[in-house]
């Protein structure tokens, strides 16, 4: 780790037989965090899930209410982990040839689910409080 | 590396840091899962735990490896681990409904 730079030399060639040419390595760098991100997002999405259903109280006379708000929030997280991968994987072959990268669909499916669930949440304790 | 703020600079010392960063938080993600797993399950809990320092590791790898180079594998690996903690949690979640809901029914008997 002391000062080792690594071998700045380029290494043309390198992909596994990709076309295009390995690009900057900033954008490499951050197309690795944005995974990254990604990924920490989908364990926040269980987290969150997990969380719902073991340590909330149940709601009075909606007892499905916590599964019915924490497991879509965990089923997004299953799915929102692979997404990321493939999300990366699009880009870094968008980076090689030099094309734009592609547009997201994370965000939208983010949106709409996590809307839902707010709705769910509301409809949910909307029940629990007329019971 | 005498201005590795210039955004110009070729050396990508910052861009390499910040990744680096990156993946200390998603081991602490990691770590925080598997505290909260621990609660309602030990062993998934511990599993969990024990890949922080895993995930932290493969960071490091790839901080020392040839610099700016995609890594598919690694993430590839990074992937899975994510995506299987999260079915084991649903599968958690959705086999302690069972026993939550014998445990409910003397709470609604109360009203």
Known sequence: MTGATGPDEDHPGSGAGDKGTEPDARFTFANERTFLAWSRTALALVVAGLGIV???????????????????????GAIVAPAGYAEWAAN???????????????????????????????????????? | MIHPDDPDDLDPVMARERTRLAWIRTALAFAALGGAVL??????????????????????????????????GQLALITLAVTAVALVVLAIVLLGHGKSLGFHPPLRRQR
């Open chain 2, 39 to 72: 609660k309602t399950n030990v062993a998934a809990g511990l599993t969990v735990l024990a890949m922080a320092p895993l995930i932290w590791l493969t960071g490091r790898l790839s901080r020392n490896s040839a610099a700016g180079k995609s890594r598919p």
């Open chain 1, 54 to 76: 073991q340590l909330l109280p149940p709601f009075p006379g909606v007892p499905w209410g916590r599964h019915l708000i924490g497991v879509p929030l965990i089923v997004l």
């Open chain 1, 92 to 131: 870094q072959r968008a980076l090689r040839r030099g094309e734009p990268v592609p547009r997201s669909w994370l965000p939208a499916i983010l949106t709409v689910t996590i809307t839902s669930i707010a709705l769910v949440s509301a409809v949910v304790l909307l029940l629990s409080a007329i019971r």
